[in-house]
């Protein structure tokens, strides 16, 4: 009888042994608070580019409203605009409608932008990019002479 009751304590202490199982647990928390970290940082990065984007969106219609009979100069003008959110203007798409326009006339910008992420953890889950929209719309000021 001795000898079935020490085999029986090799066998409480054997599966009592827990140091892996607290490795394996930590790794699997410590990935997932990663994961969580990043893509908090990446949604800090895009609600920066959304923000810059309506800003510039209506910087823009503004432009385009004080001179609405020349909206062509006010497109031009709107690459300064453009450089000043830090956007990166080969992923911006600019749509101005109409291209001419009179006292009272709506004045339609829209600004697509196809944002990279950056993150490498967060483009395996999301995507490697984003597509982000402003629009701004605005009544044309300008008066014929």
Known sequence: MAGLK????????ATSD???QA????VLVLFTLILVLFAIL???LV?????ALASAAREIARICAVEGGFVGNAIQRAGSVIESTGLEPDLLE???FPKQAIYGTDINVTLSYDYRVKSPVVSVIAGSRV??????????EFVPR
Request: aromatic share 6%.
């Open 47 to 51: 609600l920066n580019a959304k923000l």
């Open 42 to 44: 990446e949604l800090g």
């Open 94 to 96: 600019l749509i101005v």
């Open 23 to 26: 490795i394996a647990e930590f």
């Open 131 to 140: 597509t982000l929209r402003a629009k701004a719309v605005t009544r044309s």
């Open 18 to 20: 827990e140091s892996g």
């Open 6 to 13: 020490g085999s029986r304590r090799n066998v409480i202490y």
